[in-house]
T-cell receptor, first 110, second 112 residues
Framework: DVKVTQSSRYLVKRTGEKVFLECVQD?????MFWYRQDPGLGLRLIYFSYDVKMKEKGDIPEGYSVSREKKERFSLILESASTNQTSMYLCASSSLGGYTFGSGTRLTVV | QKEVEQNSGPLSVPEGAIASLNCTYSDRGSQSFFWYRQYSGKSPELIMS????GDKEDGRFTAQLNKASQYVSLLIRDSQPSDSATYLCAVLPRGGADGLTFGKGTHLIIQP
């Protein structure tokens, strides 16, 4: 089974901090995705990547950036955290359309 | 604008009955369809995928696809309390370049 590992389950950061969320998958998948999930808004795509050093904006990229230096690792960066970025962040990996999700990181920005 | 619509619920079903979850999508060229189950506080888990018109069965779960009506459904037979969760419908649009589009989910409650 594909395993997608997110480095932190819970994270509390201060407004203005630079935040790194890490995601690693172990099945050599080309495609990796970052979503945030909020009550009433569902899953919203932030960024995705189809290859090393490649990135594409999703529906809500503002305030975020990503890095994919190695195939197995896809990092989400909050350049200057704000309270409206308090959310559940989900990383996913896929090769044939169906995603496997990591366990999620619940980020609180205070 | 790609859209995937689901009734948010809650949908309440007695234990042992059939739970029926529905989903419609806007992109007529969509090619792949998925159902995810998400327990509270957990990440989504893939339970069914379907790619062609008709029914696909896997244990107690049946996915149904009607591309002409742009409609996908999930049936859960012999519902168990452990099936209580939010079920997310996801669609891979034409070309698939932008990844899956998710509905907001239906909250299912199985009453013992």
């Amino acid at each position: 089974d594909v395993k997608v590992t997110q480095s932190s389950r819970y994270l509390v950061k201060r407004t203005g901090e630079k935040v790194f969320l890490e995601c690693v998958q172990d099945m050599d998948h080309e495609n990796m995705f970052w979503y945030r999930q909020d009550p009433g808004l569902g899953l919203r795509l932030i960024y995705f990547s189809y290859d090393v050093k490649m990135k594409e904006k999703g529906d809500i990229p503002e305030g975020y950036s990503v890095s994919r230096e190695k195939k197995e690792r896809f990092s989400l960066i909050l350049e200057s955290a704000s309270t409206n970025q308090t959310s559940m962040y989900l990383c996913a990996s896929s090769s044939l359309g169906g995603y496997t999700f990591g366990s999620g990181t619940r980020l609180t920005v205070v | 604008q790609k859209e995937v619509e689901q009734n948010s619920g809650p949908l309440s079903v007695p234990e042992g009955a059939i739970a029926s979850l529905n989903c419609t999508y806007s992109d007529r060229g969509s090619q792949s369809f998925f159902w995810y189950r998400q327990y509270s506080g957990k990440s989504p888990e893939l339970i069914m995928s379907i790619y062609s018109n008709g029914d696909k069965e896997d244990g107690r779960f049946t996915a149904q696809l009607n591309k002409a009506s742009q409609y996908v459904s999930l049936l859960i037979r012999d519902s168990q309390p452990s099936d209580s969760a939010t079920y997310l419908c996801a669609v891979l649009p034409r070309g698939g370049a932008d990844g899956l589009t998710f509905g907001k989910g239906t909250h299912l409650i199985i009453q013992p």
